[in-house]
């Protein structure tokens, strides 16, 4: 696989990850129905491996809110 091929799907990653830190109605889905909700990002052009989907859905699900609040408390400030 090509270089373009990885940096392709790093960018797909960021981008969800991106996208559930800013859409708290993303956020609740996922918490919700994670699978559902990643399956939903391959058909908006997210796709994601096994791996990374793995990964998304072992996380604690709570750091999601926890650095969403970080990041609006921290953009708040900023302005």
């Not at 993303?26 to 990002?41: K, N, Y």
């Not at 052009?45 to 609006?72: K, T, Y």
């Given at each position: 696989?090509?270089?373009?091929?990885?940096?392709?799907?790093?960018?797909?990653?960021?981008?969800?990850?991106d996208?559930?830190?800013?859409?708290?109605?993303?956020?609740?889905?996922?918490?919700?129905?994670?699978?559902?909700?990643?399956?939903?990002?391959?058909?908006?052009?997210?796709?994601?491996?096994e791996?990374?989907?793995?990964?998304?859905?072992?996380?604690?699900?709570?750091?999601?809110?926890?650095?969403?609040?970080?990041?609006?408390?921290?953009?708040?400030?900023?302005?």
């Amino acid at each position: 696989m090509t270089n373009d091929f990885y940096r392709y799907r790093q960018q797909s990653l960021e981008i969800f990850i991106d996208h559930l830190l800013e859409d708290e109605e993303l956020r609740d889905s996922f918490l919700r129905t994670p699978r559902q909700t990643l399956r939903h990002a391959a058909d908006w052009g997210l796709p994601l491996c096994e791996s990374e989907m793995r990964a998304l859905i072992a996380a604690d699900p709570s750091v999601w809110d926890r650095i969403a609040d970080e990041l609006d408390s921290r953009l708040q400030q900023a302005a």
